[in-house]
């Protein structure tokens, strides 16, 4: 399998290294609203690789080792000598002071939280335009004891004499700090500092220019190649899709495969919805009896993605060759659903759970990836689905995993099962969308749990399965928050559960937020 890392070779961007940080697709967001491209690249990318993208400046992450810890994440060291501007944050600042000559010692306090940062030097161009003391957020426990040869100190927190550093003539600046996180209020100017100020980048990149190099990007690509995409119906499919027919038009074919873990009426709502909004090749595989065979006895949570994953790529192979001979598979693989599923080095923990479009692909995959969304969060993707003329309802339907009513059905998958959560969950999007709340949250949705528990209806004694309701708001699925739902619009919800959905008697409201939950419950 191969995957395509340099989709999008752009004039003006910033390279920024991820070296496990929790915050990089922070600092990618804050440099996006600075309007200015930047890419996220794994912390050990050649420095060849890096120059041959030709960065207007390169940002070290932060990250949890110490930089003289045995399972550090180290860089090619010879991204020092690129000759770019380079701000280092955190860890970054850290491995600056390694690799140029400074020290860094094992801080005797953490400095943890916020901190009053005074700016020493005002004539350093990192804090322009910005008043002598800030509020910063902290998180370190090292500290920088030996300035980097040709280094000054321009700014101090209290508990750190170096927390930010410069050497002005390379152009290269350290922050003990995390300028990209809201708890430094001001940390925006500090980004938009560097990369306007000290890189020079303009302010060009919108969703328009995104398109257009996006639509130059893919033709370089894919040639005249042919091209299939998975269709779910969801705002991610639909949007690489109208991106890429607008980049090669009649070379794509769409195929929207029925994987049997649908929600009720949702092949019939797709089809239409296809039909409404594009004029591209379309393939509609009605494959849910192979699906379910498939997934028959299977409960644990990982085995059913990866059989999904898999049957899904089988059925694609397949209808490949209805098509014609297609080189090229294309996903709308997001910023999130990647992070989520690599795990960095030294920092196993950060597999959460193998996404369906990313870790769920089998190895020997004939096709080659085309992502042109891989470095976007959802509500950009949003954005440039409305740049492209989708309508309303595509771009601003609730997320829906790739493996569908699978991970909302714990246990095994069965028709049985599968019709008493389609009906449950029928009912939570109509009382949704009829109480208004269907725009205003990220998720809704129900849950089957494999728990009977005694209820009484009417006379009788009831043994029946629980459902649970989930509704959450979130900016971009990595972190989120349950819904406070008025009392009325959840008892609706309930009763019409209980009354319509044969099967159970009891309905359960989830108030766990992410982390330590995550959304789906599988
Ligand atoms: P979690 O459950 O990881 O979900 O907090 C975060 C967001 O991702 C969606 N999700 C998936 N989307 N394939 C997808 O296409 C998947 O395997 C998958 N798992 C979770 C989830 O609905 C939520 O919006």
């Given at each position: 399998m191969e995957t395509a890392v340099s989709a999008f070779p752009m004039r003006e961007q910033i390279v920024i290294l991820d070296f496990g940080s929790q915050y990089t697709q922070v600092i990618a967001r804050r440099i996006r609203e600075a309007k200015v491209f930047s890419r996220i690249l794994p912390y050990r990318t050649p420095a060849a690789e890096i120059a041959a993208l030709n960065p207007m400046g390169i940002i070290l992450s932060g990250g949890p080792q110490s930089v003289y810890s045995r399972k550090a994440p180290l860089p090619d060291k010879k991204i020092f000598d690129l000759g770019v501007p380079m701000l280092g944050i955190c860890f970054g600042l850290q491995l600056m002071a390694k690799y140029l000559g400074g020290k860094v010692e094992r801080g005797t306090k953490r400095e943890y939280g916020k901190g009053n940062l005074t700016v020493k030097d005002s004539h350093c161009e990192l804090f322009g335009k910005l008043p002598k003391n800030l509020q910063v957020w902290n998180s370190h426990g090292d500290k920088l004891t030996k300035l980097p040869t040709g280094f000054k100190t321009v700014a101090i927190t209290e508990n750190s004499p170096h927390a930010a550093i410069e050497n002005r003539q390379r152009r290269f600046f350290g922050l003990?700090?995390?300028?990209?996180?809201?708890?430094?209020?001001k940390g925006k100017k500090v980004i938009s500092n560097f990369v306007h100020k000290i890189c020079g980048c303009g302010r060009k990149w919108t969703m328009r220019s995104y398109i257009d190099q996006a639509v130059e990007d893919i033709r370089e690509q894919v040639g005249g190649e042919h091209v299939i995409l998975g269709l779910s119906g969801g705002v991610d499919s639909s949007v690489a899709a109208a991106l890429i027919h607008r980049a090669i038009g009649n070379q794509l074919t769409c195929i929207f495969v029925n994987n049997g873990v649908l929600r009720a009426n949702e092949a019939e709502a797709v089809q239409k919805l296809f039909r409404d909004n594009f004029k591209c090749k379309f393939l509609y595989e009605d494959t849910a009896k192979l699906f379910l065979r498939k997934l028959k006895g299977v409960t644990d949570p990982e085995t059913k993605r990866k059989i999904i994953g898999n049957t899904f790529i089988d059925v694609f192979q397949k209808a490949t060759r209805k098509v014609g001979k297609a080189k090229f598979l294309a996903q709308g693989t997001l910023y999130p659903d990647v992070i989520e599923s690599v795990p960095i080095d030294g920092n196993p923990a950060s597999l959460i759970k193998s996404h369906h479009n990313v870790g769920g692909l089998p190895k020997n995959m004939k096709f080659k990836l085309v992502e042109p969304l891989r470095q976007l969060f959802k509500d950009e993707v949003r954005l440039l689905g409305l740049e492209l003329g989708l309508a309303k309802e595509v771009v601003w339907r609730q997320p829906f995993p790739g493996p569908g009513l699978a991970v909302r059905l714990l246990g095994e998958v069965t028709e049985e099962r599968l019709a008493i959560l389609r009906n449950a969950d029928r009912i939570v999007m109509s009382a949704i969308r009829d109480a208004g709340w269907y725009y205003k949250v990220w998720q809704s949705f129900a849950v089957l749990l494999p728990v009977k528990s005694v209820g009484v209806m009417g006379d009788e004694r009831t043994y029946e399965f629980t459902i649970a309701i989930r509704v959450v708001d979130s900016q971009d699925g990595m972190t989120a928050d349950w819904v406070k739902l008025p009392a009325k619009l959840l008892e609706t919800i309930s009763n019409r559960i209980i009354n319509e959905v044969n099967g159970v008697n009891r309905v359960c409201y989830d108030i766990t937020s992410k982390p330590p939950g995550t959304i789906e419950w599988e």
């Amino acid at each position: 399998m191969e995957t395509a890392v340099s989709a999008f070779p752009m004039r003006e961007q910033i390279v920024i290294l991820d070296f496990g940080s929790q915050y990089t697709q922070v600092i990618a967001r804050r440099i996006r609203e600075a309007k200015v491209f930047s890419r996220i690249l794994p912390y050990r990318t050649p420095a060849a690789e890096i120059a041959a993208l030709n960065p207007m400046g390169i940002i070290l992450s932060g990250g949890p080792q110490s930089v003289y810890s045995r399972k550090a994440p180290l860089p090619d060291k010879k991204i020092f000598d690129l000759g770019v501007p380079m701000l280092g944050i955190c860890f970054g600042l850290q491995l600056m002071a390694k690799y140029l000559g400074g020290k860094v010692e094992r801080g005797t306090k953490r400095e943890y939280g916020k901190g009053n940062l005074t700016v020493k030097d005002s004539h350093c161009e990192l804090f322009g335009k910005l008043p002598k003391n800030l509020q910063v957020w902290n998180s370190h426990g090292d500290k920088l004891t030996k300035l980097p040869t040709g280094f000054k100190t321009v700014a101090i927190t209290e508990n750190s004499p170096h927390a930010a550093i410069e050497n002005r003539q390379r152009r290269f600046f350290g922050l003990q700090f995390h300028p990209e996180v809201v708890h430094t209020p001001k940390g925006k100017k500090v980004i938009s500092n560097f990369v306007h100020k000290i890189c020079g980048c303009g302010r060009k990149w919108t969703m328009r220019s995104y398109i257009d190099q996006a639509v130059e990007d893919i033709r370089e690509q894919v040639g005249g190649e042919h091209v299939i995409l998975g269709l779910s119906g969801g705002v991610d499919s639909s949007v690489a899709a109208a991106l890429i027919h607008r980049a090669i038009g009649n070379q794509l074919t769409c195929i929207f495969v029925n994987n049997g873990v649908l929600r009720a009426n949702e092949a019939e709502a797709v089809q239409k919805l296809f039909r409404d909004n594009f004029k591209c090749k379309f393939l509609y595989e009605d494959t849910a009896k192979l699906f379910l065979r498939k997934l028959k006895g299977v409960t644990d949570p990982e085995t059913k993605r990866k059989i999904i994953g898999n049957t899904f790529i089988d059925v694609f192979q397949k209808a490949t060759r209805k098509v014609g001979k297609a080189k090229f598979l294309a996903q709308g693989t997001l910023y999130p659903d990647v992070i989520e599923s690599v795990p960095i080095d030294g920092n196993p923990a950060s597999l959460i759970k193998s996404h369906h479009n990313v870790g769920g692909l089998p190895k020997n995959m004939k096709f080659k990836l085309v992502e042109p969304l891989r470095q976007l969060f959802k509500d950009e993707v949003r954005l440039l689905g409305l740049e492209l003329g989708l309508a309303k309802e595509v771009v601003w339907r609730q997320p829906f995993p790739g493996p569908g009513l699978a991970v909302r059905l714990l246990g095994e998958v069965t028709e049985e099962r599968l019709a008493i959560l389609r009906n449950a969950d029928r009912i939570v999007m109509s009382a949704i969308r009829d109480a208004g709340w269907y725009y205003k949250v990220w998720q809704s949705f129900a849950v089957l749990l494999p728990v009977k528990s005694v209820g009484v209806m009417g006379d009788e004694r009831t043994y029946e399965f629980t459902i649970a309701i989930r509704v959450v708001d979130s900016q971009d699925g990595m972190t989120a928050d349950w819904v406070k739902l008025p009392a009325k619009l959840l008892e609706t919800i309930s009763n019409r559960i209980i009354n319509e959905v044969n099967g159970v008697n009891r309905v359960c409201y989830d108030i766990t937020s992410k982390p330590p939950g995550t959304i789906e419950w599988e």
